[in-house]
């Protein structure tokens, strides 16, 4: 059985712990690879390489680490198909999602091109007479990143390209379950010219997390996950005073109001409720159906959501794949019955008929309607292909009850009315709003992160906040009283190799 080790200044590296985990394809049920599962001893060997290759990158010129940055585009581009088989093989997302997840982790990687652009710092001349002051942003040393099996190559490609294009070393400390599509895109950033060691992957479970937190040479965590965890790495990581951003969990409301669209809105629900086996942060969990339209808009979306082809990712006809683990499986599967016997309406009940073979972890799709805030199926993240209805009589009401929610993600609300959509852009308590666009995941150039519960931090990941996250502010205010000649070149200037 094949062991996916550790990538640890520019080597794989089995790690000296002894303990590993099972790796599984969730559309069989097989287990395919047992995954290292690093001790502390690991983390001090990666954190000891990344701090010593930022030393060094943390002053390679910009031109030098853009060079890096084109190239690894290219290689990740010409790859697209290879990462998303990996991503498939062990996550079980279907491959046209795959590809989706792999796309939008490139769209990071082509902003991060730009940090010269980014980079660039305000100043003032002549503050006083023969008095400059100038604004640099440095890089913080050394990362880590801690993330989820729900995205195993875009949330590590939300991470380390905009971490090392602003001059830190990375320690990326993928999820457990599914580790090897963020082995593969690391491994492409060494062939694309990067230096030993300023990025590694580190294999493990919260026994590694555990002594990245405790590590005084780990300067910086950016975590995502589920809330429970992010809000335990938030605090155990800035009380030492590291930076911490920690991204969590999410309930997503998407409002319905009686003038949408009702077609638009019931192929939005059915995509981005049971997409990805709704093992998305930005999935659409519960639709707040306002005013009289619930049993039209629920018989469309019943209608559509019976005819969803359910089966492994690697073929073509499927449109959704298995869930993660069949503890997970079960776990989503008890929301259904639950939700019975605390009053909903089980429209379409995925749990009546198994899917597929005993070992594998496949769910059909639940709809449940006449959900009420009290019942678990509303309180909780379930992560699965799930989709609660709340009917409200009222804007007012569903908003009270949206703002309501311990997390703030992403909302969305479907209307034909720009009044009614610029209002509720401006009232709703959620860090992503989507108006007829159901999961508003913005592109690399602008920010991504929720509210409340769903992210512990100032800064929002990837786009600009990212550059914020991983470098640190300096104000330098200089006075010259004389010129200093430098010796003469007559070579055309250009960017520094090194
Ligand atoms: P998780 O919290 O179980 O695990 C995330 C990471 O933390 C993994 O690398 C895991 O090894 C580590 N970890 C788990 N338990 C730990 C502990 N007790 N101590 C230290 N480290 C620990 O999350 P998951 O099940 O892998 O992913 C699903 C969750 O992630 C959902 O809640 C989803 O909403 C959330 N998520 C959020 C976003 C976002 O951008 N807000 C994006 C993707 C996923």
């Known amino acids: 059985m094949k062991t996916v080790g550790h990538w640890i200044g520019g080597k794989y590296v089995d790690g000296e712990s002894g303990r590993t985990g099972p790796v599984t394809n969730p559309a069989t049920g097989e287990r395919t690879a047992e995954v290292a599962l690093a001790s502390a001893a690991d983390v001090d060997l990666a954190v000891a390489a990344a701090a010593e290759a930022a030393r060094v990158w943390g002053r390679s010129s910009l031109s030098a680490r853009t060079r890096v940055l084109f190239a690894y585009r290219e290689l990740l581009d010409r790859r697209r198909d290879e990462i998303a088989r990996l991503i498939t093989a062990e996550h079980g997302k279907v491959h046209a999602d795959a590809l989706g997840e792999v796309a939008r982790g490139i769209e990071v990687v082509e902003f991060a091109c730009g940090i010269p652009q980014l980079l660039k710092s305000a100043g003032s001349y002549e503050v006083s007479t023969g008095v400059d002051v100038r604004e640099l942003r440095q890089p913080l040393g050394v990362v880590a990143g801690i993330t989820p099996f729900n995205f195993p190559a875009m949330v590590p490609l939300w991470m380390f390209p905009m971490a ?15 580790p090897s599509a963020a082995l593969r895109v690391a491994e492409l950033m060494a062939e694309a010219g990067l230096p030993p060691g300023v990025l590694n992957v580190l294999n493990g479970d919260r026994v590694a997390v555990q002594r990245l937190l405790q590590h005084p040479d780990v300067d910086a965590i950016s975590f995502v996950g589920s809330t429970p965890v992010a809000q335990a790495i938030y605090q155990a990581g800035t009380t030492p005073g590291k930076r911490v951003q920690a991204l969590g969990g999410a309930k997503n409301h998407m409002l319905v109001l009686p003038d949408a669209d009702l077609d638009l809105a ?9 997409g990805s086996a709704g093992e998305r942060c930005m999935a659409v969990s519960v639709l707040v159906a306002v005013g009289g339209i619930g049993d039209e808009l629920v018989d469309k979306i019943a209608e559509r959501a019976r005819g969803l082809r359910i089966g492994p990712g690697d073929q073509d006809t499927s449109e959704m794949g298995p869930l993660i683990t069949a503890a997970h499986r079960d776990k989503v599967a008890a929301y259904t019955p639950s939700a019975r016997e605390q009053g909903a309406e ?7 008929e198994p899917v597929g073979p005993d070992a594998a972890h496949f769910l059909g799709v639940s709809l449940l309607d006449e959900v009420t805030p009290e019942m678990d199926a509303y309180r909780d993240e379930i992560f699965g292909p799930v989709l609660s209805v709340v009917r409200t009589d009222t804007y ?39 108006i007829n666009v159901p999961i508003p995941v913005p592109v ?21 906040d990212s550059v914020h996250f991983y470098t ?11 010129p200093r000649g430098s010796g003469l ?7 520094s190799t090194s």
């Open 346 to 352: 089980v429209v379409l009940d995925g749990t009546a």
């Open 472 to 482: 640190r502010g300096k104000v330098v205010t200089s006075r010259w009283t004389a």
């Open 444 to 464: 690399a150039y602008h920010s991504f992160g929720g509210w409340k519960g769903s992210l512990f931090g100032d800064h929002h990941i990837y786009g600009s």
């Open 396 to 434: 007012a009401d569903a908003m009270t009850l949206i703002n309501s929610s311990p997390w703030g993600n992403g909302a969305a609300i479907f209307t034909a009315d720009g009044a009614a959509a610029r209002r509720f852009e401006r009232e709703v308590e959620a860090g992503m709003v989507g």
């Open 489 to 495: 070149d007559l070579a055309f200037p250009s960017g």
């Open 164 to 178: 090392i294009a602003c001059g830190n070393a990375f320690i990326l400390k993928p999820s457990e379950k599914d």
């Open 266 to 274: 019931a192929d939005s629900a059915v995509s981005a409720a049971y």
